[in-house]
């Protein structure tokens, strides 16, 4: 879990004009052993992102982003390194917190609508520039393997089919259901 912000890029989205504009950014050492330690990683040897920004309508924001970093991981099941190469695209939105407000409620006030295949709600956009320092390490936690297993790597123990699992504590039950 994240402590402190570490890693930080403001940009400063008032000066954007309608063509937008392009950002490169790159973790420096201190950067990246700080992600390392906030997400439990073995290894983060790099951390660089392309970044699109653009007017998105009349007062907010379109970023398009593409992550790439190298990070090992410990297997769920040995602890052994995992390495991977994450290459990781996404795409977000920011409005005016006041222009988030001023949209139309769909259905009661209380009640929330979730459609899956639909893109995010913008995000807030707090005064004139956007930090992303903290959208880059979301997205990187987004983008890591929440089950990452070394080749090879397996359970020891396997049940059966129709077998009792003797570990099970209904296993136990039933044998009180019995007496």
Same mark, same amino acid.
């Given at each position: 879990?994240?402590?402190?912000?570490?890693?930080?890029?403001?940009?400063?989205?008032?000066?954007?004009?309608?063509?937008?504009?392009?950002?490169?950014?790159?973790?420096?050492?201190?950067?990246?052993?700080?992600?390392?330690?906030?997400?439990?990683?073995?290894?983060?040897?790099?951390? *660089?992102?392309?970044?699109?920004?653009?007017?998105?309508?009349?007062?907010?924001?379109?970023?398009?982003?593409?992550?790439?970093?190298?990070?090992?991981?410990?297997?769920?099941? *040995?602890?052994?390194?995992?390495?991977?190469?994450?290459?990781?695209?996404?795409?977000?939105?920011?409005?005016?917190?006041?222009?988030?407000?001023?949209?139309?409620?769909?259905?009661?006030?209380?009640?929330?609508?979730?459609?899956?295949?639909?893109?995010?709600?913008?995000?807030?956009?707090?005064?004139?520039?956007?930090?992303?320092?903290?959208?880059?390490?979301?997205?990187?936690?987004?983008?890591?393997?929440?089950?990452?297993?070394?080749?090879?790597? *397996?359970?020891?123990? *396997?049940?059966?089919?129709?077998?009792?699992?003797?570990?099970?504590?209904?296993?136990?039950?039933?044998?009180?259901?019995?007496?």
């Amino acid at each position: 879990m994240m402590t402190e912000l570490t890693f930080t890029r403001s940009f400063d989205v008032s000066h954007l004009g309608k063509s937008g504009a392009k950002q490169h950014l790159v973790a420096n050492d201190t950067e990246r052993a700080a992600l390392k330690k906030d997400f439990d990683l073995l290894s983060l040897e790099n951390l *660089t992102a392309d970044l699109d920004i653009a007017p998105w309508g009349q007062k907010g924001v379109k970023v398009e982003g593409r992550i790439l970093a190298d990070v090992v991981q410990p297997c769920v099941l *040995t602890l052994q390194p995992v390495p991977s190469r994450i290459d990781h695209r996404f795409s977000l939105s920011f409005l005016p917190a006041d222009a988030i407000a001023a949209d139309p409620k769909t259905v009661a006030e209380a009640e929330v609508i979730v459609v899956y295949d639909e893109e995010d709600p913008p995000e807030p956009l707090e005064g004139n520039s956007i930090d992303f320092g903290p959208i880059l390490a979301e997205q990187l936690a987004l983008a890591l393997d929440p089950y990452p297993r070394a080749p090879g790597a *397996t359970l020891e123990e *396997t049940v059966e089919e129709g077998a009792e699992n003797p570990a099970s504590p209904f296993a136990a039950l039933s044998k009180l259901r019995d007496k």
